[in-house]
């Protein structure tokens, strides 16, 4: 355990001259403010006066530092201070406050030594050097705490964002909440959804917000149960994005969905994401992360209705009005083990008739018949279209 510093010694008399200094040092001290700092003739009369409280209570905070030592750790802050600090914060900022802290000092140390007692000089100058520096340790402290409580505030408003996205609210609330955020892009939106890592605090948070707006124009964070849920503004292509963020995230799958309008209308990427991400495990081999789009079979499976009407509106409605018998070839293709010599039998054509409309198929949807993968995307949304 570190040993304490020795308290500070000054006579009885250096007390009294300087207790009865006390006013004339604060005028100093004003009129030093004004002299030092360019910015101090910009505030309004309001903080001028608060700031000048400020001194006067450091200064007398001083005095009575001076003559009980033994209470080492006195809260200089909130018992000397007083409801300063809160109007401090409130007028400047910590990198200010600290240049307060610094001219009050250099004031203090020009004027007070002239009126100390010649053998109590250096030890008034070495007690306001360790004060002043304790002082400046208590604010600091405290501009800390309400960046800790701002940090919190602004998790809860990003977290009711995101309640708002999966609950599809309508439009202006979603809007006025990401407002509160501070979200500005107007496009380019992707939802990414995983699993939370063990340590899944306020800082992780704050940390992982603080890297995405690295890359995207807007982050917002938030953590629902298990998962993590997390949206990036301002990306025309989600995947490289996402890549980045994926170490973040704990094990199991991550998917994501991209929205190319603002947020207001951006609900249905959240479902989408959301969906994916629960019927992410259906699918063994599925890559991390992967597009809630890829995941149409597995999310059609797990009851999701815009799933199963993507996969209706996408193949088995774009074959049939395809035509050129490339619904029934997919169809016999995907339920006649996958062979072509099968699939020209079942149809009375030539096999290179039946590649020819397999490659058709792959043009008009973009899944191939022939790719395992794809062949099941088809085959599901055929058997719905059925349905």
Same mark, same amino acid.
């Given at each position: 355990?570190?040993?304490?510093?020795?308290?500070?010694?000054?006579?009885?008399?250096?007390?009294?001259?300087?207790?009865?200094?006390?006013?004339?040092?604060?005028?100093?001290?004003?009129?030093?403010?004004?002299?030092?700092?360019?910015?101090?003739?910009?505030?309004?009369?309001?903080?001028?006066?608060?700031?000048?409280?400020?001194?006067?209570?450091?200064?007398?905070?001083?005095?009575?530092?001076?003559?009980?030592?033994?209470?080492?750790?006195?809260?200089?802050?909130?018992?000397?201070?007083?409801?300063?600090?809160?109007?401090?914060?409130?007028?400047?900022?910590?990198?200010?406050?600290?240049?307060?802290?610094?001219?009050?000092?250099?004031?203090?140390?020009?004027?007070?030594?002239?009126?100390?007692?010649?053998?109590?000089?250096?030890?008034?100058?070495?007690?306001?050097?360790?004060?002043?520096?304790?002082?400046?340790?208590?604010?600091?402290?405290?501009?800390?705490?309400?960046?800790?409580?701002?940090?919190?505030?602004?998790?809860?408003?990003?977290?009711?964002?995101?309640?708002?996205?999966?609950?599809?609210?309508?439009?202006?609330?979603?809007? *006025?909440?990401?407002? /509160?955020?501070?979200?500005? &892009? %107007? =496009?380019?939106?992707? #939802?990414?959804?995983?699993?939370?890592?063990? $340590?899944?605090?306020?800082?992780?948070?704050?940390?992982?917000?603080?890297?995405?707006?690295?890359?995207?124009?807007?982050?917002?964070?938030?953590?629902?149960?298990?998962?993590?849920?997390?949206?990036?503004?301002?990306?025309?292509?989600?995947?490289?994005?996402?890549?980045?963020?994926?170490?973040?995230?704990?094990?199991?799958?991550?998917?994501?969905?991209?929205?190319?309008?603002?947020?207001?209308?951006?609900?249905?990427?959240?479902?989408?994401?959301? *969906?994916?991400?629960? /019927?992410?495990?259906?699918? &063994? %081999? =599925?890559?991390?992360? #992967?597009?809630?789009?890829?995941?149409?079979? $597995?999310?059609?499976?797990?009851?999701?209705?815009?799933?199963?009407?993507?996969?209706?509106?996408?193949?088995?409605?774009?074959?049939?009005?395809?035509?050129?018998?490339?619904?029934?070839?997919?169809?016999?293709?995907?339920?006649?083990?996958?062979?072509?010599?099968?699939?020209?039998?079942?149809?009375?054509?030539?096999?290179?008739?039946?590649?020819?409309?397999?490659?058709?198929?792959?043009?008009?949807?973009?899944?191939?018949?022939?790719?395992?993968?794809?062949?099941?995307?088809?085959?599901?949304?055929?058997?719905?279209?059925?349905?």
């Amino acid at each position: 355990m570190t040993a304490l510093p020795a308290p500070v010694a000054i006579s009885d008399e250096a007390l009294r001259t300087l207790r009865s200094s006390l006013s004339p040092l604060t005028t100093i001290v004003g009129e030093h403010l004004e002299n030092e700092l360019s910015w101090y003739a910009t505030l309004s009369t309001e903080e001028r006066a608060s700031l000048r409280l400020i001194a006067q209570r450091g200064i007398s905070g001083l005095v009575a530092w001076l003559e009980d030592q033994d209470s080492r750790s006195i809260p200089l802050v909130n018992e000397l201070l007083g409801p300063a600090p809160t109007d401090l914060m409130r007028s400047i900022s910590l990198h200010r406050a600290l240049q307060l802290i610094r001219v009050i000092v250099e004031a203090v140390e020009q004027r007070l030594p002239g009126l100390m007692p010649a053998p109590d000089r250096p030890l008034v100058l070495e007690a306001v050097l360790r004060y002043s520096r304790e002082v400046a340790f208590a604010i600091a402290d405290v501009y800390a705490r309400a960046a800790e409580s701002r940090g919190a505030w602004d998790s809860r408003l990003e977290a009711l964002l995101v309640d708002a996205l999966l609950r599809d609210e309508p439009s202006e609330q979603i809007s *006025s909440r990401a407002a /509160a955020v501070g979200w500005q &892009s %107007q =496009a380019g939106l992707s #939802v990414i959804v995983g699993k939370a890592p063990q $340590e899944s605090d306020a800082l992780f948070i704050s940390n992982i917000r603080r890297q995405s707006i690295r890359f995207a124009a807007d982050a917002v964070a938030g953590v629902q149960g298990d998962r993590l849920i997390l949206l990036l503004g301002g990306a025309d292509d989600p995947a490289p994005a996402v890549a980045k963020v994926e170490p973040h995230f704990g094990d199991g799958p991550i998917v994501y969905a991209h929205h190319e309008g603002p947020i207001a209308t951006a609900a249905g990427a959240a479902t989408a994401a959301f *969906s994916g991400y629960s /019927a992410a495990p259906a699918w &063994s %081999q =599925a890559p991390r992360p #992967v597009n809630a789009e890829d995941l149409l079979p $597995e999310r059609a499976l797990a009851g999701d209705d815009k799933a199963k009407r993507t996969l209706v509106s996408r193949i088995h409605g774009v074959l049939a009005e395809a035509g050129h018998s490339l619904l029934e070839t997919v169809q016999a293709y995907v339920e006649g083990g996958h062979s072509l010599e099968a699939t020209a039998r079942e149809l009375y054509v030539h096999t290179n008739t039946v590649r020819y409309r397999l490659k058709r198929v792959t043009e008009v949807t973009g899944w191939d018949p022939m790719e395992p993968r794809d062949a099941y995307v088809l085959q599901t949304a055929l058997a719905l279209g059925r349905l």
